[in-house]
Structure formats: structure tokens, C-alpha cells
């Protein structure tokens, strides 16, 4: 194979001695060898070796050059005749790209709840759900609040895992939940719920709310109920002040262990698709923890809290780099759909003991 090998080279430092055709030249083959390997004849009886043969790739066509400047992922300078696919605008951002320019922290505010139990927000409470068979598996945590004797709401991805298509195993409701208090706060056990339909087969934003029975008169015990109340478009939200008020279990709110609540500007309405009601985003710091949480506002005669939406998520204005709007929440809308799948298109569930 040596000899071989300097044979080959000699051949092609000097292509006039023993000239052979370009197709014999192999750097470790005598052209003998070469035709033999490739004709088979070195072994009787087996027909010569056939190399596959490929196409040869098309030349690419050269394009034209495309006049059209192509899109900036960051530039947000597009103008309103271009809007966003499903989304409302707000009377005071009736351009939603303003809001991907700057930070959403001047749109809101937010504190700590001091001594809830003696305000009518001691009906808002922490969720500890059960999500596995271990009893004694880590808890995932949300919020809920009392609506009626023997009745709360929170969102329905709280009861029940889209991905999975599982209910959670089990739910505590401890109201007014303050873990620095020495006192113990009314707690109950959720027996049953009822879901829209709608939410076995889309987790949207519009279908994300359970209504919950539990095991002990809640609202009489705590004094304290906060009604629903149907809006009738998103307009409501442009005139009237939300307060968000749960339990975030984010490191800055000291991962749930206290009420707080969040006051934020409106700032659009974002549709499942089309025919689909506007559920409302609200400017807010609050996350993963404060699912389930009352949007409260204050009737103007009474002067009492009612509940217009609850915490579904955050709310997605682009998907892009960098999203500009986690810090907004999104609610279902509260309106006659929402209130009609409730009543009519729902699937009721029982927990076990």
C-alpha cells in the first residue's frame, strides 16, 4: 500500500511519464487497481459496481431586490391603520403598540392588605389545591373569594389541568389568609364545582372561572360575600377603577403569605377569535399565585365591593422578544356569554373526601 501511495504521487508530480486518464488517478489505488475495483473484475462471477448517481441541485434563481423594507421585530411604530388582530383598545391607550415602548409600571400601583378581617375583603381568601394522590406532596396555591352562603369562585385552570384533562384532587379555602396571624382563619373544603363546557377543549381566558361549593357555611361564618356583577361591555373598564386584590407568590410579595391588592389602568380588551367577547387586561404586578382573584369595584349607591372579573392570566398583546405586557393580568369577560355557558353549558364535578 506504500508503494502504492508514492507510486500515486509520482504519477501526479509527473503526468507525463506512464500517462494514464485523469479517471485512473487515485491517491492510494495503482490505475490497474482502480479499474479492477470499479469494474469487479478482480472477483469472477460479480457484476461491476455501479456508483450512485445524484442530480445535480438547480441553481438558484436570483430575486429581485424587494423594495419593501423588511419588518423590525422592535420597531413599534406602525400606525393605527394597521391594528392589532383582536384587540380593543382602551380610551386612554387607543394605540396598544404605545404600550410596548415604555414599562407598565406607571400604570399601577399596589400594597398590602392590613387586617383584613375587618374589611368586607376577609371574603377573599388563598387556595390550597391537591393536585397528585400524595398526600403530602407540595401544594400548588390561588385565590377564590365568597360569593354566596355555601358557594366560592376562582378560575377554572385551578380545578381542573387542560393539559392533563385532570381535576385536582383536593382544595382547602382559607379566608382572609394572613400566615404572620395567631389566630387561625375559617378555612372550608371545596365538594364540588361547576366549569363551562367550553373549557374541556379550549383553556381560553372567556371559559377560565369555576364556581365551587364547600363543605361549611363560609360566607355566614366569615360575615362577608362579594356578588357578581355582569358587565355590559368593555367600555365599563374605561370609567370605573378595578382593584385586583389575592394572593401573588411571587418573591416580592412574600410568596403568598399575605392579602394584597393592585389598582391598574385598563389597558385592552383581547378576543379568543372572532365572535368572541373582549376579556379585559388590567396594568398590575401581581403573577402566578393570584389566579382566582376577585376584580373588585365598589357600587355607587350601596357602597359595597362586587366582583366584575377575576384572575385568569397574563395577558399577551404580541409575541415577541422581550413581551411587553407581563405586567397586566387578563380576565374572562363578565358578560351574557359568560354568564349563559354558567348556566346552561357547564360540567359539574364532585371531589372526594
Excluded at 374589611?119 to 381568601?125: C, D, Y
Excluded at 400524595?134 to 365568597?146: M, N, P, T, V, Y
Excluded at 399575605?258 to 372572532?274: A, C, H, T
Excluded at 373588585?296 to 350601596?302: D, G, N, Y
Aim: net charge negative; with cysteine; hydrophobic share 35%.
Amino acid at each position: 500500500m506504500v508503494d502504492a501511495y508514492f507510486k500515486a504521487r509520482d504519477l501526479a508530480q509527473n503526468p507525463g511519464r506512464n500517462q494514464t486518464s485523469s479517471d485512473d488517478e487515485h491517491p492510494f489505488l495503482t490505475p490497474k487497481g482502480l479499474r479492477l475495483q470499479r469494474d469487479g473484475s478482480h472477483i469472477p462471477g460479480v457484476a461491476p459496481i455501479e456508483f450512485p448517481t445524484y442530480p445535480q441541485p438547480a441553481a438558484p434563481r436570483r430575486q429581485k431586490a424587494d423594495p419593501v423594507a423588511p419588518v423590525d421585530p422592535f420597531d413599534f411604530s406602525r400606525g393605527q391603520d394597521q391594528p392589532l388582530l383582536n384587540i380593543l383598545p382602551s380610551a386612554k391607550f387607543p394605540n396598544p403598540d404605545v404600550l410596548a415602548q415604555a414599562p407598565l409600571s406607571p400604570y399601577f400601583d399596589w400594597r398590602l392588605v392590613t387586617n383584613p378581617m375587618a374589611s368586607p375583603l376577609r371574603a377573599v381568601g388563598r387556595l390550597f389545591i391537591q393536585l397528585m394522590d400524595e398526600r403530602f406532596a407540595e401544594l400548588a396555591s390561588g385565590s377564590a373569594w365568597i360569593s354566596g352562603p355555601s358557594t366560592i369562585v376562582t378560575c377554572a385552570h385551578n380545578v381542573f389541568e387542560f393539559a392533563t384533562q385532570r381535576w385536582s384532587k383536593a382544595l382547602q379555602f382559607h379566608a382572609a389568609y394572613d400566615y404572620y396571624d395567631d389566630q387561625r382563619p375559617e378555612f372550608c373544603r371545596i365538594t364540588s364545582c361547576y366549569i363551562p363546557r367550553a373549557y374541556m377543549g379550549n383553556p381560553a381566558t372567556n371559559h377560565d372561572i369555576a364556581i365551587c361549593t364547600v363543605d361549611r357555611p363560609i360566607g355566614e361564618i366569615v360575615g362577608a360575600q362579594i356578588a357578581m356583577r355582569p358587565v355590559q361591555n368593555n367600555d365599563f373598564f374605561d370609567t370605573n377603577p378595578v382593584a385586583i386584590v389575592g394572593f401573588p407568590a411571587g418573591s416580592g410579595f412574600d410568596f403568598g403569605k399575605q392579602m394584597w391588592q393592585s389598582r391598574g389602568d385598563y389597558l385592552f380588551g383581547q378576543s379568543n377569535g372572532p365572535g368572541s367577547d373582549c376579556a379585559p387586561a388590567i396594568a398590575t404586578n401581581f403573577g402566578g399565585g393570584a389566579s382566582g382573584c376577585p376584580w373588585l369595584v365598589k357600587e355607587p349607591f350601596t357602597g359595597e365591593y362586587v366582583a366584575v372579573g377575576l384572575t385568569s392570566g397574563h395577558a399577551k398583546l404580541r409575541y415577541l422578544r422581550g413581551e411587553s405586557n407581563l405586567m397586566s393580568l387578563v380576565s374572562p369577560f363578565f358578560g351574557l356569554r359568560l354568564m349563559g355557558m354558567l348556566e346552561s353549558d357547564r360540567v359539574y364535578h364532585r371531589f372526594d373526601s
